[in-house]
């Protein structure tokens, strides 16, 4: 059971003044570091009948993060959650993932072929593990040395079987999504990527190859 605290409102608007803001949207704040190192991430509630009166997003927040430690992926980790009083937006306290992300090597110019396989070998792993992970892309996969791993994991599924064709596919399109990764994925790095995921995804090598030719359609 995952438990949820109570937060007052000038309690967070306090560790707001003495926090770094990393992401924010038109809604506001969305993830704040804090002065130890630790980070903040803001969940509103943008409709009042949802799946959150049930399940709110910081606790499925700490709950796929807890599963994907389960199944040794490497991840972040949430030590506390809050519900702001009087309000119905929610809050997860949690020590980050050391490391770059992917999309954060690839602009410096900091990813070879090598590390390319590894990360396509890593997402063959999601994919035999059954983690639909809808936010999988090059700024939510960070490297720690030879430890590959996903943050910002609240959009996410785990099956208890292996993902299908039709997932994967789905998968990818996301992975390949955002335009400001693209200048940075040169031929040899995708190709590097879809061995790595050829050589250890549970598939019949015909619908690899068609997987494949879907990635490089995309990025065309």
Not at 131 to 150: C, K
């Amino acid at each position: 059971m995952i438990r949820i605290h109570p937060l007052r409102r000038q309690q967070l608007e306090d560790v707001i003044s003495h926090s770094e803001v990393v992401e924010r949207d038109g809604h506001g704040i969305k993830v704040l570091r804090l002065r130890d190192g630790r980070y903040l991430k803001y969940f509103r509630r943008k409709r009042y009948f949802n799946r959150e009166l049930l399940s709110p997003a910081a606790v499925r927040f700490a709950r796929h993060a807890r599963q994907l430690a389960q199944l040794r992926i490497p991840t972040l980790e949430v030590e506390s959650l809050h519900r702001i009083i009087g309000e119905p937006h929610t809050v997860a306290v949690y020590q980050p993932m050391p490391g770059l992300t992917l999309r954060q090597m690839l602009a410096r110019g900091q990813v070879d072929t090598q590390l390319m396989y590894r990360v396509g070998v890593f997402i063959a792993r999601l994919h035999r593990l059954g983690v639909f992970f809808r936010s999988v892309h090059p700024g939510n996969i960070v490297i720690d040395g030879l430890r590959i791993g996903l943050i910002d994991v609240l959009d996410m599924k785990v099956r208890p079987w292996s993902m299908s064709r039709w997932a994967r596919r789905r998968n990818w399109l996301h992975f390949l999504r955002c335009e400001e990764d693209r200048p940075h994925l040169r031929d040899e790095l995708v190709e590097a990527l879809l061995v790595g995921y050829r050589d250890a995804a549970d598939l019949p090598s015909h619908e690899i190859g068609e997987v494949a030719e879907r990635v490089r359609h995309l990025l065309g």
